[in-house]
């Protein structure tokens, strides 16, 4: 059983999702066909936050060629990105961050951080 059933069974799960919650397998095929390599495309997740409620971020997938085959993102196909993560958009949604843009805001906010061996301090 183990750590490969449980990544079996997530995988399973958010293929299941993806097909019953209407992301069908014809508009991942659609998306698939009009993919051009080295193209940035972009999808937005819901993230939940740590203070409570949620907030949506756009993740940044960039579609790498491949030297026989249709263009790949990372592992996944552009049919899989499809699936896995909803509708794939071509131009940047307005309004919503990126994940690195949310993170550089959190950093402005907390302040710098101490840097050097900590036996510098002592």
């Keep these: 059983m ?4 449980r990544v079996t069974d997530a ?9 019953h919650s209407g992301k069908s397998t014809r508009e991942a095929n659609a998306f698939a066909r009009t993919v051009r390599p080295h193209k ?3 999808t937005i997740v819901t ?9 949506e971020l756009i993740h940044e997938h960039i579609a790498s060629p491949q030297f026989t085959g249709p263009p790949m993102f990372g592992h996944k196909s552009a049919a899989g990105l499809w699936l896995t993560e909803g509708p794939v958009y071509s131009e940047r949604p307005p309004g919503l961050q ?17 840097k050097g061996h900590l036996s510098d301090y002592s």
């Design 11 to 19: 995988i399973d799960c958010a293929l299941t999702d993806a097909i």
């Design 47 to 55: 993230h939940r936050s740590p203070r409570g409620g949620t907030y």
């Design 98 to 114: 990126t994940i690195r843009e949310e993170t550089e805001a959190n950093q402005k906010q907390v302040g710098p951080q101490i």
């Design 2 to 5: 183990g750590i490969w059933y």
């Design 40 to 42: 940035t495309y972009y």
